[in-house]
C-alpha cells in the first residue's frame, strides 16, 4: 500500500503525464517522439544519474547532443534546463515526500540566489558565450569534479552527518552560491550549480552524501524552472529542443527518482566512481572532438579551468579539516 505522504509525487507524476499525453496525442507529435528515440535512451542512463548524484540530467544530455550528435552547444544547455525541469524537479518532489534529510538553512538561503542570479546570467552572461567556451566550461567543470571524487571517494563517502557551524554561515555561503552558480557556470551550460553547493556541504562542510545530494538535487531542480521560465518570457529555446525533450521528458520523469530510490539502497560509492571516470573522459573527448577549433591558447585556458577549480576545492577542503578540528576542540 502507498504511504500518503508519496500522494504529492504520484499527483505531480499523473498531472505530468496527462500533460505529456495530451501534447504527443492530441497535438499530432508522436512522430516527433519516435524520430528522436536516442535521447529518450541516453537520458534513461541520465535521469538515475541525476536523481543519484550531484550531476543534473544535462550532464548527460549535453556530451550527447554537442559531442554525440555534433548540435550546437547552446542546445545543449537549453536541453539541460528543459529536461531537468521535469526530471530533477521529479526527483525533487520525491526527496520531499520521502522526508529526506536536507540542509535547510543553506538551501533556503541558495533558491533565492539562484532567482536571482540565473535570469542575469542567461541575459547578460551566456550571450556572451561562444560555442566553444561553453563546452569547454562544461569539460573542465566536470573534469575537476571527477578527478577530486577519484582521488578522495574513500573520505567523501565515510563522512556522517555534518559539521557544526552558525546559521549565518549558511546564509551568506548559500546565497553566494546560489547568486554565483546561477549566473555563471548554469546560465551558460545549464548545469553545475548543484555541483557547487554540494562541494560546499561536502567538503566544506563534512556534509553526509546523504544531506549533500538531496540538497543539490532540489537546488537544481528550482535553478531549471528558473531557467525555463526566462527562456520562454524571452522568446523561446534553441531549435531542437522542444523535439529532444518530448522524447526524453517521460523517461526522466521517472528516470531520476528512481535513481534516488535505488542509490538509497545499494549506496553512491560505485554510481560517484563511474560517473567520476565518465567525467574525465568527457573532458578528453572534448578535446579530441575540437581539435580543430582549438588553438594554444583554448587548450590552455581549458586545462587552466581544470588546475583553478581543483585548486578551489582544495582550499575548501583544507578549510573544511580546519573547522572539524575547531568543532571537536
Known amino acids: 500500500m502507498i504511504r500518503k505522504r508519496y500522494y504529492p509525487f504520484l499527483a505531480w507524476l499523473l498531472l505530468f503525464y496527462t500533460g505529456w499525453g495530451a501534447l504527443v496525442f492530441v497535438g499530432g507529435h508522436w512522430e516527433t517522439v519516435l524520430s528522436h528515440w536516442p535521447m529518450a535512451a541516453a537520458m534513461a542512463v541520465g535521469s538515475y544519474v541525476a536523481g543519484s548524484t550531484p550531476m543534473g540530467g544535462g550532464t548527460v544530455g549535453f556530451p550527447v547532443l554537442v559531442l554525440l550528435m555534433d548540435l550546437p552547444a547552446t542546445l545543449g544547455r537549453d536541453f539541460s534546463f528543459a529536461i531537468q525541469a521535469v526530471g530533477m524537479t521529479s526527483a525533487g518532489i520525491y526527496i520531499l515526500c520521502s522526508k529526506r534529510e536536507l540542509e535547510w538553512p543553506m538551501l533556503r538561503a541558495a533558491l533565492p540566489g539562484a532567482l536571482l542570479g540565473t535570469p542575469l546570467g542567461i ?24 578527478l577530486l571524487h577519484l582521488r578522495r571517494i574513500d573520505e567523501i563517502t565515510s563522512y556522517e552527518g555534518m559539521t557544526p557551524h552558525d546559521v549565518s554561515f549558511d546564509h551568506r555561503v548559500g546565497f553566494a552560491v546560489g547568486f554565483l552558480g546561477g549566473l555563471s557556470v548554469a546560465s551558460i551550460t545549464g548545469v553545475g550549480i548543484d555541483m557547487l553547493i554540494y562541494m560546499v556541504l ?42 529532444n525533450w518530448l522524447a526524453a521528458a517521460p523517461v526522466v520523469a521517472l528516470g531520476a527518482p528512481f535513481g534516488a530510490l535505488v542509490v538509497n539502497r545499494v549506496g553512491r560509492r560505485p554510481t560517484l566512481l563511474v560517473v567520476s571516470a565518465l567525467c574525465v573522459l568527457q573532458f578528453v573527448w572534448t578535446l579530441v572532438h575540437e581539435r580543430h577549433s582549438l588553438d594554444v591558447w583554448n587548450l590552455s585556458a581549458a586545462l587552466l579551468g581544470v588546475l583553478l577549480f581543483l585548486l578551489l576545492f582544495q582550499d575548501m577542503y583544507r578549510h573544511g579539516h580546519r573547522l572539524a578540528r575547531r568543532s571537536r576542540s
Open 123 to 146: 541575459l547578460f552572461v551566456a550571450p556572451l558565450a561562444s560555442d566553444l567556451f561553453i563546452k569547454l566550461l562544461f569539460a573542465s567543470t566536470w573534469c575537476s569534479f571527477g
Open 202 to 243: 561536502v567538503l566544506w562542510c563534512h556534509a553526509d552524501l546523504k544531506i549533500a545530494i538531496p540538497t543539490s538535487v532540489v537546488l537544481m531542480a528550482f535553478t531549471s524552472l528558473v531557467g525555463v521560465l526566462v527562456k520562454l518570457m524571452l522568446g523561446g529555446f534553441e531549435v531542437g529542443t522542444f523535439e
